[in-house]
């Protein structure tokens, strides 16, 4: 017995018909290489639609990582400094974020006046990481990053560090910016120098 809806007559098969039946959430009906109407699943997650030109399929998507959020924390007209030899807090710009995967790594930008106050000296800055709930670790890199080193130096400076975790999501981690002084005597170490802006900007990339 044929199908007719308003006059026209219904060409798709029984199967075909079928397939509307029950579907699954989140299932795409398209056409198949016989040009029959099936079912492409949910694929699984984090996976995008792609397409060879003939037909589609669900693929890992390769084509960069996602930014998930960001926080951004800034404090203007505050001159923090230092004459410690050892690293110290710098208050004002400790931003937290939490987690929204696991696994994640976050990507910190930092901006600030920075100066050194004596001849000879050098300040230097580093991160400390806090998570909740686990370790806390006061310098996240070894080495010298962060140098402003001069005769009385000072400039407006832009750094940026991508700090990989292993962590849980909704795992709230905090950032705190730490600053000292080395060689010379008498040095001074500024960060926000001269009154003026300082930030720190977290983003969480996806895994």
């Not at 026209?8 to 018909?17: K, L, N, S």
């Not at 040009?35 to 399929?57: F, H, P, R």
């Not at 002084?181 to 720190?200: D, F």
Request: charged content about 15%.
């Amino acid at each position: 017995m044929a199908l007719y809806i308003g006059g026209a007559r219904v060409e798709a098969t029984a199967a075909e018909i079928d397939v509307l039946d029950g579907l699954d959430r989140g299932s795409i009906i398209h056409g198949n290489a016989s040009s029959a109407t099936t079912v492409l699943g949910q694929g699984t997650a984090g996976q995008v639609l792609t397409s060879d030109g003939t037909d589609i399929a669900w693929a890992t998507n390769t084509i960069g990582k996602e930014a998930l959020q960001l926080v951004h924390a800034q404090e203007g007209n505050q001159d923090r400094q230092t004459d410690s030899n050892s690293y110290v807090d710098i208050a004002g710009n400790t931003p937290s974020i939490t987690t929204h995967v696991a696994n994640s790594d976050i990507l910190i930008l930092a901006y600030s006046g920075m100066a050194n106050g004596s001849d000879g000296s050098a300040t230097q800055y580093n991160l400390k990481r806090a998570i909740s709930g686990g370790a806390t670790t006061n310098e996240i890199w070894a080495g010298t990053r962060g140098i402003c080193e001069s005769r009385h130096g000072w400039g407006n400076h832009f750094w940026m560090y991508l700090d990989s975790l292993s962590e849980s999501a909704g795992t709230t981690i905090t950032y705190t910016i730490r600053m000292r002084v080395t060689s010379g005597s008498g040095g001074w170490g500024y960060w926000g120098y001269s009154n003026g802006m300082q930030s720190l900007t977290l983003i969480e990339i996806a895994p």
